[in-house]
T-cell receptor, first 114, second 117 residues
Framework: GQQLNQSPQSMFIQEGEDVSMNCTSSSIFNTWLWYKQDPGEGPVLLIALYKAGELTSNGRLTAQFGITRKDSFLNISASIPSDVGIYFCAGSPNSGGSNYKLTFGKGTLLTVNP | GAVVSQHPSRVICKSGTSVKIECRSLDFQATTMFWYRQFPKQSLMLMATSNEGSKATYEQGVEKDKFLINHASLTLSTLTVTSAHPEDSSFYIC?????????????FGPGTRLTVL
């Protein structure tokens, strides 16, 4: 089945710094999603990408759908303490296909030091 | 928009009892809902895909008689953990895909922490 490699596994940064994380897949995806999960909570959708080359922003967050359809990155600019959490990438090879299943990366744990 | 709720948020039960978890899409209809299980410091593991009005599709290794799923309406899916045992203790999260939505975006509920004594 599809595999997603998400890196880095964890990051320790100072408040105000920029952050970048990425995911690569072993096969072509037609949907890339980025979620953030706080402890004890469900994942919250940050950005959804549906088109190769697409670059989308959500406040201080920017994500891109790679041209090859096999990768995506998420950037966070000017990090703040509330950015702390686990960030997951997720993707699907389908375009509204029959089962809509997502494959998840293993997550990036972000720690922001004030 | 796209809010998904889960109830209960936490449940503690005795071994051998059954526990029902509800997942509701509050402001949209969802023909497809998903049930995940998450162990500490790990990613989400898909258990089953639930389609409104039909039987759920379980992932390999997930016992369908153990984890009963019902998706009776376009806004409600339930997961019943039958004859729960301590090894079933986990964080269960549902998600919903809006009907007619483009792409495979899923919106997640807040999760249910199950502890089996």
């Amino acid at each position: 089945g599809q595999q997603l490699n998400q890196s880095p596994q964890s990051m320790f940064i100072q408040e105000g710094e920029d952050v970048s994380m990425n995911c690569t897949s072993s096969s072509i995806f037609n949907t890339w999603l980025w979620y953030k999960q706080d402890p004890g909570e469900g994942p919250v959708l940050l950005i959804a990408l549906y088109k190769a080359g697409e670059l989308t922003s959500n406040g201080r967050l920017t994500a891109q759908f790679g041209i090859t359809r096999k990768d995506s990155f998420l950037n966070i600019s000017a990090s703040i303490p509330s950015d702390v959490g686990i960030y997951f990438c997720a993707g699907s090879p389908n375009s509204g296909g029959s089962n809509y299943k997502l494959t998840f990366g293993k997550g990036t744990l972000l720690t922001v030091n004030p | 928009g796209a809010v998904v709720s889960q109830h209960p948020s936490r449940v503690i039960c005795k071994s051998g009892t059954s526990v029902k978890i509800e997942c509701r899409s509050l402001d949209f209809q969802a023909t497809t809902m998903f049930w995940y299980r998450q162990f500490p410091k790990q990613s989400l593991m898909l258990m089953a895909t639930s389609n409104e009005g039909s039987k759920a599709t379980y992932e390999q290794g997930v016992e369908k008689d153990k984890f009963l799923i019902n998706h009776a309406s376009l806004t409600l899916s339930t997961l019943t953990v039958t004859s729960a045992h301590p090894e079933d203790s986990s964080f269960y999260i549902c998600s919903a895909r809006p009907a007619g939505a483009w792409g495979d975006t899923q919106y997640f509920g807040p999760g249910t922490r199950l502890t089996v004594l």
